[in-house]
C-alpha cells in the first residue's frame, strides 16, 4: 500500500511543527499575484487603481499595499496575508485616506516614499529625503523597512505603530498604540497605550471631553499592581512564542505559548487590550490574553451620562430621565431630558441607582457623614449634578461635578442620587439594574425513611435559568425568569474537585445536574460576572448550564443532566466483563467530540478557558454517546484573576497532570493537551494509564523503540482486547500517534487542539472495516 504523506514510523523522528504539516497537510503561505514583490526600488510605484500590484513578504505571510476603507477612500497598510478579511496590522495614513482612482505611493529618487492623493497632494511621506535609500522591503516579521545600499535600515514601519504591536516590534517612551475609532474602522480612536511619565505602561481613555487611566487600576499604586516605577527605560516587547516582557514589570503570556504561530497584540476599538493568535486553517483570530476580564472597567466605553452594565453582557445605558445623545453612537453618551441650569436647593430630588457609581470628577469627599447630610451638601453646590454614598464603616459622600466612567454591578458597596427637578415625573429607577438573587439556604438533609433522597428545605427560592441562543449575527442573548417553588434533588450522583453533584427536577419536569460549588474564592461582583461568561459558552460537546443560585456562601450551578453518566464509568467500571459497552465507533467519537470541545474553549470562545482537569469523569455522555466536557468553567470561578502562569495550586488529578505542574513552569493550555493525550490513550486501552505496567516516560520510550524497529504491532498493543479487533486500524493508528504527541514532556513540542481536532476530524468518516476486510484491502 502506497502512502502519500510519510508513515507513522517517520513521525516521531520529526520535529513538532514537521509532524503537524505531515498529519494536517497544512496550506503553504505563498504569494496570491504574479504582480506581487517583495521590494520597492528608487523611482518605483505602486498604484491604487492596480489592486493586483503589492510588496508580499518572503514567506508570504505579510502583504502590503493599498486597503479599501470606504467606497472610494484608501490607505497604505499592511495587512496578514492569510488572515480573513485582511487583517491590518499597519497603516500609514489612517486619519488622511486618499482617492481610489489616481493616488499612488512612490519610492522617488531622492529616497523618500511618498503617498499621494489623485491631486497630487502629499497624503503622507518618510524622513529618508537625501540619504543613499536604495530599497524598500517588507520583511517576514510585517516590518516595512528602507534600507540603503549596504542593507542599514534608515526608516521602519516598526517606530511608528498604529493600534497593532507585532512579535519583536518593540513599544518605548517614543511610540505608542492608538486604537481604531470603530470595529473594522482603521481611523484614530480614543484609547491608547503608552509608557507614562512614571515609566508605567498604561491604558488611557482621551475623548473629546475627558482623559483617564484605567489600567493598571487607577485605584492602586504601581507596586500594588505588581509593576515599578523605577526603571526608566520604558521598553516592552512581544516575543516569538507569545510572551509579552516590559521595563515596568509587566508581563503574561499567550494561553498558547510557543513559536511558529502568527500573533498581534492589539488596542481594540472598544478600549481593552488583547493579544490574538491566528489560526492559519481558516483565517480566524483566537483571543489568547486581554487586559481587562470585565469590559465595564473600560473608562469612557458609554460616553458622559452613560453606564456599563452587565446583563449579563457588558451593555451602555442611560440613566432615568436621561437619552442617547447619538442613536448608534455611545462615544457621546446621554443627555439629559430636562434643564440642568434650573438645578434649585427646594425645587430639586434625587433618583436613586442602586450599585451605581461615577469613577471620578468628584468635588472633594466627605467621610463619617449622614444620608441627609450627605444629599444637603449636593443640593447647596449649584454645580452638583448628584452624589454617590457608600457605607464603608462610616458615610463617604462624593459629590459629583460631571458623570462619566458609569457603571453598575450587582456587588457595588453604594449607590448614586441623581439630581433632578421636582417638576420632572417620578420614575423609580430599574432601567438597567441588575438584580440579586436570593438563594436561602441549600440544606441536604437525609429524610427519614428515603433512602437516598435529598430536598432543598420548603422556603421561597429563586432560581435564574439561562436559556442562551445565537441570533445571525452572532450575538448571544439571555432570557431570565423566576420559578419559585420546591426543586427536588433525587439523589447524590457523585463528587468532584470542585464539589458535590445531584440529580434533581425542576417544576417542569426537566431532569437536571446540580453542582454545589465549594471553595470558590471570589465576591458575589466576580462569581456573576464569571457565570455570565460561562453562560455565554456555547457548544455540543461542553455541558451546557442553564442556570445559577448565590446567596452568602452558596454557589449553585444548574446544568443538563446526562443519562449514560461519565466516560470513566463505561471504559473502565466493567470489571470481570469480557465485552465492552463502547464499541470502536463510539471511541473514536468521543475522542473527536472532546476535542472540538477543548478546542471551542482554547481557539473560539470570548475568554480563552484552561480545564485543567481533563480526565474519563469530567467528560460525560448523553444517551447517544456524545461526549460533554465538564466543569470547563470551575477553573475560572475557583481563581479568578491570576495569569495562567502565576496559578498558585497544583490543579488536575494524578496520571493526568502535565509535567509543569510539578516543575514549577508557566501553565498554558498545553496542560489541557497532555491531559487529552493520556484520555485518548486510556480510549484505546480501555485501562487507567496509572495501572499500565509501565510508567508514561518508559511507555513512549517502548514504543518509539518499536517504531524505529518497524514493529507493526506497536498499535495492536495499545487497543483494548475487549474489542476483539473490531476497529479501524487507520483511526487507531492515528489516536496513538496523537496521543503520544500530546504527552510530550515539553510543552512546545505538543500540538495546539486545532491542530490536534483537524487530524481527527479528517478520518472522522472513514468506513469501518472488520479486521478479516482489513486484512484482504
Not at 512581544?238 to 492589539?266: E, H, M, V
Not at 483570530?285 to 465595564?296: D, G, M, R, S, V
Not at 452594565?309 to 442611560?318: E, K, L, T
Amino acid at each position: 500500500m502506497r502512502h502519500s504523506s510519510p508513515p507513522p514510523s517517520l513521525l516521531f523522528l520529526y520535529p513538532l511543527f514537521i509532524i503537524s504539516i505531515s498529519l494536517s497537510s497544512f496550506p503553504t503561505a505563498s504569494p496570491s499575484s504574479t504582480h506581487s514583490k517583495t521590494t520597492l526600488n528608487r523611482g518605483s510605484s505602486l498604484s491604487v487603481d492596480d489592486e493586483d500590484n503589492f510588496l508580499t513578504s518572503l514567506d508570504g505571510s505579510f502583504s502590503c499595499g493599498f486597503y479599501k476603507v470606504g467606497d472610494n477612500a484608501f490607505s497604505f497598510s499592511i495587512w496578514f496575508t492569510n488572515s480573513a478579511n485582511k487583517t491590518v496590522a499597519w497603516t500609514a495614513n489612517r486619519d488622511q485616506p486618499v482617492n481610489g482612482q489616481g493616488s499612488k505611493i512612490t519610492f522617488r529618487h531622492d529616497g523618500s516614499m511618498v503617498l499621494t492623493d489623485v491631486d497630487g497632494t502629499v497624503a503622507w511621506a518618510t524622513n529618508t529625503t537625501s540619504t543613499d535609500a536604495s530599497a524598500a522591503e517588507l520583511l517576514n516579521s510585517g516590518n516595512l523597512v528602507i534600507t540603503n545600499s549596504s542593507g542599514s535600515v534608515l526608516w521602519q514601519s516598526f517606530d511608528s505603530p498604529t493600534d497593532t504591536l507585532l512579535p519583536s516590534q518593540p513599544i518605548t517612551k517614543q511610540s505608542k498604540l492608538v486604537s481604531s475609532f470603530a470595529n473594522g474602522a482603521l481611523s484614530s480612536g480614543y484609547y491608547s497605550l503608552y509608557f507614562d511619565s512614571d515609566n508605567v505602561l498604561k491604558l488611557l481613555y482621551d475623548g473629546p471631553e475627558i482623559s483617564s487611566l484605567y489600567w493598571p487600576n487607577p485605584d492602586n499604586n504601581p507596586f500594588q499592581n505588581g509593576r515599578t516605577d523605577y526603571n526608566s527605560s520604558r521598553h516592552a516587547i512581544l516575543d516569538d512564542t507569545g510572551r509579552f516582557l516590559s521595563s515596568d514589570r509587566l508581563q503574561f503570556n499567550a494561553s498558547d505559548t510557543g513559536p511558529g504561530i502568527k500573533r498581534r497584540l492589539t488596542v481594540d476599538y472598544d478600549g481593552n487590550l488583547r493579544l490574538y493568535s491566528l489560526n492559519e486553517f481558516n483565517g480566524s483570530w483566537n483571543i489568547t490574553w486581554e487586559a481587562l476580564a470585565q469590559l465595564c472597567n473600560v473608562h469612557g466605553a458609554c460616553g458622559r451620562n452613560g453606564v456599563c452594565v452587565y446583563d449579563p453582557v457588558p451593555r451602555c445605558s442611560c440613566p432615568p430621565h436621561y437619552g442617547m445623545s447619538d442613536e448608534g453612537n455611545w462615544n457621546r453618551g446621554c443627555k439629559p431630558l430636562f434643564n440642568l441650569s434650573s438645578y434649585s436647593p427646594t425645587k430639586d430630588r434625587f433618583i436613586e441607582l442602586p450599585h451605581t457609581d461615577f469613577y471620578g470628577f468628584d468635588d472633594g469627599y466627605t467621610t463619617n457623614v449622614s444620608f441627609e447630610s450627605c444629599k444637603n451638601i449636593c443640593l447647596n453646590d449649584s454645580i452638583c449634578q448628584g452624589f454617590g454614598y457608600r457605607l464603608l464603616g462610616t458615610g463617604v459622600c462624593y459629590p459629583k461635578g460631571a458623570f462619566f466612567n458609569g457603571y453598575s454591578s450587582p456587588n457595588f458597596p453604594g449607590s448614586l442620587y441623581l439630581r433632578i427637578p421636582r417638576s420632572v415625573e417620578a420614575s423609580k429607577f430599574s432601567s438597567f439594574q441588575v438584580s440579586k438573587l436570593t438563594c436561602n439556604a441549600f440544606e441536604a438533609n437525609s429524610t427519614a425513611g428515603s433512602s437516598g433522597m435529598y430536598v432543598i428545605n420548603r422556603r421561597k427560592t429563586i432560581w435564574v435559568y439561562f436559556y442562551g441562543f445565537i441570533s445571525a449575527v452572532g450575538v448571544i442573548e439571555f432570557l431570565f425568569f423566576a420559578s419559585e417553588g420546591d426543586q427536588e434533588l433525587q439523589g447524590k450522583l457523585g463528587r468532584g474537585g470542585s464539589g458535590a453533584v445531584y440529580k434533581g427536577i425542576l417544576n417542569d419536569k426537566r431532569v437536571v445536574a446540580v453542582k454545589r460549588l465549594e471553595d470558590v474564592t471570589q465576591g458575589e461582583d466576580e462569581f456573576w460576572v464569571e457565570v455570565s461568561t460561562i453562560g455565554k459558552i456555547n457548544h455540543m460537546n461542553l455541558v451546557r448550564m442553564y442556570g445559577f443560585c448565590s446567596e452568602d456562601k452558596y454557589r449553585l450551578l444548574v446544568c443538563e443532566y446526562l443519562e449514560n453518566g461519565s466516560l470513566a464509568k463505561l471504559l473502565f467500571d466493567q470489571p470481570g466483563m469480557e465485552d465492552t459497552q463502547l464499541g470502536w465507533k463510539q471511541r473514536y467519537k468521543i475522542a473527536v467530540g472532546v476535542a472540538k470541545g477543548l478546542m471551542y474553549l482554547h481557539h473560539e470562545c470570548l475568554e480563552w478557558v484552561i480545564h485543567c482537569d481533563v480526565k474519563p469523569e469530567n467528560i460525560l455522555l448523553d444517551r447517544d454517546c456524545e461526549p460533554k466536557i465538564a466543569d470547563f468553567g470551575l477553573a475560572k470561578l475557583s481563581q479568578r484573576g491570576t495569569p495562567a502562569s502565576g496559578l498558585s495550586k497544583i490543579r488536575g488529578t494524578k496520571g493526568y497532570m502535565a509535567p509543569e505542574w510539578a516543575m514549577n513552569l508557566p501553565i498554558t493550555a498545553k496542560v489541557d493537551v497532555y491531559s487529552f493525550g493520556v484520555v485518548i490513550l486510556e480510549i484505546l486501552k480501555g485501562k487507567r494509564v496509572v495501572d499500565w505496567e509501565m510508567d508514561m516516560r518508559s511507555l513512549v520510550r517502548m514504543v518509539k523503540d518499536k517504531i524505529a524497529s518497524e514493529d507493526g504491532s506497536w498499535v495492536g498493543d495499545l487497543v483494548d482486547m475487549r474489542l476483539k479487533g473490531d476497529l479501524n486500524m487507520k483511526q487507531a493508528e492515528t489516536m496513538a500517534v496523537i496521543a503520544f504527541l500530546c504527552v510530550e514532556e515539553d510543552s512546545s513540542r505538543r500540538p495546539t487542539m486545532d491542530t490536534v481536532t483537524e487530524n481527527l476530524v479528517a478520518l472522522d468518516e472513514e468506513p469501518h472495516l472488520h479486521p478479516a476486510m482489513q486484512s484482504t484491502s
